[in-house]
């Protein structure tokens, strides 16, 4: 594994996945029913979704 892969997180991947769609994180948010700033925590690596709302994520895209 290289380096690159290793420095992949949770955060990465969901704004990642948010970017790719052309969603800001207010829309994702909106779908997701959390806040903005919930949204912005996990991107950042602050806080991790937890189970079901990775689940919930995943299904959104």
Not at 14 to 31: D, S, V
Not at 47 to 58: A, F, H, R, V
Request: charged share 25%; no cysteine; proline share 2%.
């Amino acid at each position: 594994m290289n380096q690159e892969q290793t420095n992949i997180t949770t955060g990465k991947q969901i704004r990642h996945l948010r970017t790719q769609l052309g969603m800001t994180q207010e829309e994702l948010a909106g779908e997701l029913n959390v806040t903005r700033q919930a949204l912005s925590n996990w991107e950042r690596d602050v806080n991790e979704p937890d189970l079901n709302m990775l689940k919930k994520i995943l299904l959104s895209f």
